[in-house]
């Protein structure tokens, strides 16, 4: 696997994300400090991270699998994006799925890192489209109907 290097800097002394197992994509990202996130709400979670991601890369931040199915949490703009050009601290919008407030502590992981590439997307005007079996079907057109 290629590895594309990240500048980072860090408000804690707290360990940089890491990847938990060979083949992950995405690295854990922490809670620098507690909050709670009350039932069907939002919050901005900081991680201490500051990043200079390379050019023709953003940093794609998701949910965690395990955090949605056992807590209800989640990003709620997923995925997030830290474009190349951003210099702030990185937060994570987590949103509480469920009808209880939750808690979550310095340290807890909440989200995951991707590195990803980015294509600048170069417009060509057309006057029509291929035609596709599939058409203009959408938003479920492929599913089972009753």
């Known amino acids: 696997?290629?590895?594309?290097?990240?500048?980072?800097?860090?408000?804690?002394?707290?360990d940089l994300p890491s990847y938990a197992k060979e083949g992950d994509s995405g690295v854990d990202l922490k809670a620098i400090l507690g909050c709670k996130v009350p039932a069907y709400s939002r919050t901005l979670v900081d991680?201490?991270?500051?990043?200079?991601?390379?050019?023709?890369?953003?940093?794609?931040?998701?949910s965690r699998s395990g955090l949605a199915l056992k807590q209800g949490l989640i990003v709620l703009n997923s995925p997030g994006t830290i474009d190349s050009s951003y210099r702030g601290q990185v937060g994570v919008i987590i949103f509480n799925t469920t009808d209880r407030e939750i808690v979550i502590k310095k340290?807890?992981?909440?989200?995951?890192?991707?590195?990803?590439?980015?294509?600048?997307?170069?417009?060509?005007h057309v006057t029509e489209l291929t035609t596709t079996n599939r058409?203009?079907?959408?938003?479920?057109?492929?599913?089972?109907?009753?």
């Open 1 to 14: 696997m290629q590895e594309i290097e990240v500048k980072v800097m860090t408000s804690t002394d707290d």
């Open 47 to 62: 991680t201490g991270l500051y990043t200079e991601i390379p050019l023709g890369f953003e940093l794609q931040i998701r």
């Open 107 to 124: 340290g807890d992981r909440i989200a995951q890192a991707v590195l990803c590439p980015v294509y600048k997307i170069k417009w060509n």
């Open 135 to 146: 058409g203009t079907g959408g938003f479920g057109s492929t599913g089972v109907t009753n």
